[in-house]
């Protein structure tokens, strides 16, 4: 019997980190399979518990007696990680055994980082979900930077929620840059609105109709300047007017390369605007022959094909390289930025259509420009929109992240936006950066709401760095990019979409790229391609009247005219009180 009761417990306890099996080669970080060894929380408290009838006989209970959604992090458990290494792009497991212990539903995140101040981030994973029975909880994420063996900790944010949880039984496994995410057992995650039949989207596209598209009619003539009556001709949208896109790279856009061509297929083939990802910041901007030869003939290239381009950033307040060096002489500062400010408007003109004033005005907990208000630094914003304002007409942005999360990043800018419209500095729109997680990935119906909110205080809007990292869950990602798109076109106060970045060689999230290394489309691709270049596309055969004109309604932008073969410039079409003209030659 005794032998009976040995085999039973270690069958237990293999079953206890088997269940589902993990994969073969994950090296483990935690000394062993523990308690938490750090508590912290503002309203709460923590105690060791004994239990029966599992695998393992405590567990850690915390008690979060006060919700702080914003700020998740406020009650926290902590491990660290003592038994090894972490690389860039290393794929890890975070598991644990977890149940909810007051009723309802449990909701963790997990984060790993540096176990130092300012604790940088490590990789964060999606949020878990559990009820009042035990359950194995499995979190994968890939670290985004290295941490030495003993410099890292995982922390498990509890604080988003008021709830009693139980934790046990924490590992932390490290399967090296080469395993696939996606083959890592984990919760299904999901959002708030993703059903087929969800009646938000069906409202969407009613608007999408109503405000994207328009009654359109052109007057085709041809080489000799008059009408081609009673012709069948082809109308097809060339470019939307609204800016679908991504941030682009000078280098990319001039290679003489394999990837260079391809490069350029897919920028020329469904984008409609574009970003330059660095090459107009003031400490990435070119000085040499070739880099200003490479961003010339790039911008050249952009303006033959129709496709505008947005100014990004003339100054960050979550200071840069460029900027750092400079933050010990404020007078110094001041005047390299305002000399810079008028270098680079003076050299992109025209060739851009608005520019990013200030990036990053609020940013996050930490920022040095932000953590030393005062003297110059709460003055530079007013200084560089009125200095932008006597070099150029072009519309005036602030560009900010996690505006769809609630929060002091929404707020603050908010009200900066509010206090700047007070103060007389006029802001003509923002740019919201839009960097999704799936540990936290906000309803579409919520994206709406919080556009009307910013609506009150900016006349226009535009996602300009879309990007949601959903950790090998690439259906996920496509379905969540799709929805967003929608929300985006279906409200008014947006004029743009930006992807921040599109190939996987060419991002600062390789994951949550739409096209791979070897350009095979994830399923986010096929979604942006359906979605812009199908579903929101307009051709139509018509036949002109007597006087040459032909009438339908489509989406608004430029369009070219097909008759006999042949082809016309793209052009925009007037409305059917006063038709445009367009040649065939």
């Known amino acids: 019997m005794r032998i009976f009761r040995l085999l039973l417990l270690l069958t237990l306890a293999l079953n206890a980190f088997a269940d589902p099996p993990f994969p073969e080669g994950g090296v483990d970080l935690t000394k062993s399979s523990t308690l938490p060894t750090t508590w912290a929380g503002q309203d709460g408290r923590s105690e060791k518990v004994v239990v029966s009838g599992q695998a393992f006989a405590e567990a850690l209970r915390v008690k979060v007696a006060a919700a702080t959604p914003e700020k998740p992090w406020s009650a926290s458990i902590t491990v660290a990680l003592e038994a090894g290494e972490v690389a860039v792009g290393d794929r890890l497991l975070i598991t644990y055994m977890a149940r909810r212990s007051d009723g309802g539903e449990g909701r963790v995140v ?230 810079s400010v008028r270098e680079r408007i003076a050299f992109a003109g025209n060739k851009v259509m608005e520019w990013d004033v200030i990036n990053h005005p609020v940013a996050w907990e930490g920022a040095e420009m932000l953590a030393a208000k005062g003297p110059p630094c709460d003055t530079f914003a007013e200084k560089v929109f009125r200095e932008a304002r006597q070099q150029t007409s072009l519309p005036m942005c602030i560009n900010e992240d996690q505006i769809f999360r609630p929060g002091p990043q929404q707020d603050k800018t908010y009200e900066l936006l509010g206090n700047l419209k007070r103060d007389g500095v006029r802001v003509d729109g923002l740019g919201n950066q839009a960097h999704f997680h799936s540990s936290y990935l906000p309803s579409p119906e919520y994206l709406l709401e919080v556009t009307d909110r910013f609506a009150k205080v900016v006349p226009k809007q535009v996602i300009t760095e879309f990007d949601v990292v959903t950790l090998g869950d690439e259906e996920l990602a496509a379905d969540y990019l799709r929805d967003c798109l929608i929300a985006c076109f279906s409200h008014p106060a947006y004029d743009g979409f930006l992807l921040w970045g599109f190939w996987e060689n060419s991002h600062w999230l390789p994951d949550a790229a739409l096209w791979r290394k070897d350009w095979s489309r994830r399923p986010a691709a096929r979604m942006w391609e359906e979605w812009i270049g199908q579903r929101w596309h307009t051709r139509e055969t018509l036949t002109t009247d007597g006087q040459g004109i032909v009438r339908w309604r489509g989406f608004k932008g430029s369009y070219t005219v097909t008759a006999g073969g042949v082809k016309s410039a793209p052009c925009v079409p007037g409305d059917t009180a006063s038709p445009g003209t367009v040649t065939l030659r």
């Not at 790993?112 to 979190?139: C, H, K, S």
């Not at 969407?204 to 009556?229: F, H, K, T």
């Not at 030869?293 to 100014?311: C, F, N, T, V």
């Open 110 to 339: 997990a984060k790993a980082q540096l176990a130092a101040p300012a604790y940088t981030l490590i990789g964060m994973t999606e949020a878990a979900r559990f009820g009042g029975d035990w359950v194995r909880v499995n979190q994968p994420f890939i670290a985004e930077i290295g941490a030495a063996k003993g410099a890292a900790e995982v922390s498990l944010f509890l604080g988003e929620r008021e709830q009693t949880v139980e934790i046990a039984a924490i590992r932390v496994l490290n399967y090296g840059p080469n395993m696939d995410l996606a083959k890592l057992p984990r919760q299904k995650q999901s959002y708030p609105g993703r059903e087929a039949d969800a009646p938000w989207r069906k409202q969407a596209l009613e608007r999408i109709s109503e405000i994207r598209m328009a009654d359109q009619a052109l007057r085709v003539v041809g080489a000799d300047g008059q009408p081609l009556a009673n012709a069948e001709v082809i109308v097809e949208l060339d470019r939307h007017a609204f800016g679908f896109g991504s941030c682009v790279t000078r280098g990319l856009l001039t290679a003489e390369t394999e990837d260079g061509r391809k490069y350029r297929e897919i920028v020329a083939r469904t984008f409609s605007r574009v970003v330059f990802e660095n090459d107009l910041k003031p400490d990435t901007f070119p000085h040499d022959a070739v880099g200003i030869s490479e961003l010339e003939k790039s911008m050249d290239w952009l303006k033959a094909q129709g496709i505008s381009i947005r100014g990004h950033y003339l100054m960050q307040e979550a200071v840069d390289g460029w900027t750092r060096e400079r933050l010990g002489d404020p007078a110094k500062l001041e005047n390299d930025l305002l000399e």
